[in-house]
């Protein structure tokens, strides 16, 4: 299995899944901190998490994946919704909330 399609199965075999650099529990930048307090805050305590980190190839993959060039990297039921920057936007206008309810 190439990168690409390892990717393609975690975003599609988990509910929320979060590309980050470190762990929910150590996250290693402030903004992979920042998406796991807002993910926290929507009542989301289990969701799918990678350390880019520890995987170089995950790391290059995931920008490729998404055409998106930063990390973290947020996916609800498949679908890409954004890095730290958006999900603070969705949150504050509640659309977050919604989006991890349905």
């Known amino acids: 299995m190439d ?4 990717i393609r199965n975690q975003v599609s075999s988990h509910r929320v899944v979060l590309y ?3 762990t929910p529990q150590f996250p290693q930048c402030g903004f992979s901190a920042n998406a796991v307090n807002i993910l926290r805050h929507c009542g989301v305590q289990d969701f799918f998490s990678v350390d880019v980190l520890s995987n170089p190839e995950i790391r290059q993959g995931i920008k490729e994946f998404a055409n ?3 990390i973290p990297q947020l996916y609800v039921d498949g679908e890409f919704i954004g890095g730290s920057d958006i999900m603070t936007e969705l949150f504050q ?6 989006m991890l309810k349905a």
Do not use: A, C, F, N
């Open 20 to 22: 980050m650099k470190g």
């Open 93 to 98: 206008s509640g659309d977050l909330q919604e």
């Open 68 to 70: 998106w060039p930063t």
């Open 3 to 6: 990168v690409q399609d390892i």
